[in-house]
């Protein structure tokens, strides 16, 4: 499973967009970028994922780079509820084996007011 | 629609006690997996199952065992438990390449 980098920590004052980068260069052709936040003593929450195109949906917009070796997570609004950490993960298609997420350390966001 | 269900939510074991850490899911997923998370640090792989009848080890295996017991259920064992052990154990269900659910966990204290 390829690697991923993330800042150890952000901040974000609250209303404005977040955006949190992440680095995986050595992302193969068939692994996805999945993001999940865990907010405190919670479990994590699915947020978003894609393969190479730009997608959105109601919690956020995720960018991937041309080359696929960088994307950024964005919040366009963050709140006070968004603060979390933030997880980038790559993963190929598929469940059990192939599908198994593996967590780093994340990014965590505090937004504040 | 409940999605994850882990029990117990709190537990205190002595050192060298047994327990079986309850997970079910109520959305016909075939992937189950169980994780730990000791503080301050991200979510570890303990073990897996990619459907009804099979499970593999994942990054921290050691000191656990897991049984599959239908589509629905997962449970992890600790046999021997360690103060080593004490964590927050979360349980997590999915579907081929959708994302992950994951219920509210266990915290477990071994003294």
């Known amino acids: 499973d390829a690697k991923t980098t993330q800042p150890p920590s952000m901040d974000c004052a609250e209303g404005r967009a977040a955006n949190l980068p992440c680095n995986h260069s050595?992302?193969?052709?068939?692994?996805?970028v999945y993001w999940y936040r865990q907010i405190h003593s919670q479990g994590p929450q699915y947020i978003i994922h894609?393969?190479?195109n730009n997608e959105t949906n109601e919690m956020a917009s995720l960018i991937i780079t041309e080359d696929r070796k960088s994307s950024t997570l964005i919040l366009p609004h963050a709140t006070l509820r968004d603060t979390a950490v933030y997880y980038c993960?790559?993963?190929?298609?598929?469940?059990?084996?192939?599908?198994?997420?593996?967590f780093g350390q994340g990014t965590t966001l505090q937004v504040k007011p | 629609n409940a999605g994850v269900t882990q029990t117990p939510k709190f537990q205190v074991l002595k050192t060298g006690q047994s327990m079986t850490l309850q997970c079910a899911q109520d959305m016909n997923h075939n992937s189950m997996y169980w994780y730990r998370q000791d503080p301050g640090m991200g979510l570890r792989l303990i073990y897996y199952s990619a459907s009804e009848g099979t499970t593999d080890k994942g990054e921290v295996p050691n000191g656990y065992n897991v049984s599959r017991l239908n589509k629905r259920e997962f449970s992890l064992r600790l046999e021997s438990a360690a103060p080593s052990q004490t964590s927050v154990y979360f349980c997590?269900?999915?579907?081929?390449?959708?994302?992950?659910?994951f219920g509210s966990g266990t915290r477990l204290t071994v003294v």
């Open positions: 993960i790559v993963r190929p298609l598929g469940s059990g084996n192939t599908g198994k997420l593996i």
């Open positions: 894609g393969l190479k």
């Open positions: 997590a269900s999915s579907r081929d390449n959708y994302g992950y659910t």
């Open positions: 050595t992302i193969s052709g068939n692994e996805y």
